[in-house]
């Protein structure tokens, strides 16, 4: 029995077709698994735009005491610092009046990571909309990722200063900020949490 060259062929592509698919869809979803997830937290307030600009731009008033340097001006650094847990620089990349504010982080330090650095390069973006009456800030660390070891940690206390003390700040007034001397109630919740000792 004699078996055409065209029959080979056709049967190759039947055959290698539908197994060439297969190997795309798989690639596809083992691909989509591994795609990074930046840190997202999400607020409503009932205060205007122009209210929840200026609270982020006065970050000693929510995230913490301890902080050196200009803070609400575009171009300008300042220094965060809490205990020997975490140091760094951040630098004001962009400010849109009741629209958005942008940080890029200059220099990192963590004491409880291998790799120090981990935020270097990353930025903390918020921005700000309306919807259904009120304003709706969106904080987004942009390049913190759970691939970090210190993912867990940041996406805790950054949960907690936007969520509570960023919250409070915009809508009383009164933030719940790491005080200039100790340690406050977010970071000491934080630090028990993930055992980083005191």
Known sequence: ????????????????????HAQQKKY????????????TTTISVEQTPQQVY?????VR?????????????????????????HLCKIRV????????????????YFSFTKDKTEWVGT???????????????????????PEYECYNVCHDAWTD????SLYQF????????NPKDGIGTINSENISRHDLGK
């Open 28 to 39: 596809k979803s083992s691909k989509n698994l591994n795609m990074k997830t930046d840190f």
């Open 123 to 145: 930025q903390m973006i918020f921005e700000i909309s309306v919807n259904a009456d009120k304003a709706k800030l969106t904080f987004t660390h942009k390049g913190l990722v």
């Open 61 to 85: 008033g929510w995230w913490s005491q301890d902080i050196e340097g200009t803070t609400n001006k575009l171009n300008s650094a300042f220094d965060y610092h809490f205990k020997n847990l």
């Open 93 to 108: 990349i962009e400010m849109v009046p009741c629209k958005k504010v942008a940080w890029q982080v200059e220099e990192n």
């Open 161 to 164: 200063f936007i969520q509570k």
């Open 170 to 177: 915009i809508t009383t007034g009164q933030g719940n900020p």
């Open 1 to 20: 029995m004699k078996i055409s060259s065209s029959f080979i062929i056709t049967l190759f592509l039947l055959l290698a077709v539908p197994l060439c």
């Open 54 to 58: 200026d609270a982020i731009n006065n």
